[in-house]
């Protein structure tokens, strides 16, 4: 079975700065998609970038980033120049590309933004 | 963008009763529902995979007599706590995908129970 861990519970930044959050997984499968979510106070699930693991290039959404490297299982997301705004909780997920297509999230990492 | 409406986003109910949750994809057909659960400052936990016209497929632990799920239309899917308990209170959240392997998970605002 498919699992994601999330190793940090919880980490904080100062404005401006850079911070990478950790996420590793486990799967047999060759083909997946990996997803970074974002829950603020309002718990409503926002979706951040998106990695498929066919694809060698990280994926890049303005100041958000992934570092994916799939030998090793693992796919962080680097948050550059971070703002008073990115303050929530972020979720790696993975979903596979067949079958119910059900996504499987990680703990969490609440992320703190210190002015 | 695409728009999942999930309604109501808040309800207290007493012991006992029923509590149903509606999941609405706005403007897109969604081929497949997921209902999931957080309790605080944890993460989302997958209760079952409803698909339009099929029985939901529950994860495990999951009591399909407790919490019946129905997608009785490619826009409508239902959650129904039934003889709910306090142990029950939580956030309920229904997220929604088109049939297309690509196609992206939109997720409603959430439901918070509390049974008194």
């Known amino acids: 079975a498919q699992t994601v861990t999330q190793s940090q519970p919880e980490m904080s930044v100062q404005e401006a700065e850079t911070v990478t959050l950790s996420c590793t997984y486990d799967t047999s499968e060759s083909d997946y998609y990996l997803f970074w979510y974002k829950q603020p106070p309002s718990r409503q699930m926002i979706l951040v970038i998106r990695?498929?693991?066919?694809?060698?290039q990280n994926a890049t959404e303005n100041r958000f980033s992934v570092n994916f490297q799939k030998a090793a299982k693992s796919f962080s997301l680097k948050i550059s120049d971070s703002q008073l705004g990115d303050a929530a909780m972020y979720f790696c997920a993975y979903r596979a590309t067949s079958g119910t297509y059900k996504y499987i999230f990680g703990t969490g990492t609440r992320l703190k933004v210190l002015a | 963008g695409a728009v999942v409406s999930q309604h109501p986003s808040r309800v207290i109910c007493k012991s006992g009763t029923s509590v149903k949750i509606e999941c609405r994809s706005l403007d897109f057909q969604a081929t497949t529902m997921f209902w999931y659960r957080q309790f605080p400052k944890q993460s989302l936990m997958l209760m079952a995979t409803s698909n339009e016209g099929s029985k939901a497929t529950y994860e495990q632990g999951v009591e399909k007599d407790k919490f019946l799920i129905n997608h009785a239309s490619l826009t409508l899917s239902t959650l129904t706590v039934t003889s709910a308990h306090p142990e029950d209170s939580s956030f309920y959240i229904c997220?929604?995908?088109?049939?297309?392997?690509?196609?992206?998970?939109?997720f409603g605002n959430g439901t918070r129970l509390t049974v008194t």
């Open positions: 997220s929604a995908r088109g049939d297309r392997a690509s196609s992206p998970l939109h």
């Open positions: 990695q498929e693991a066919y694809k060698q």
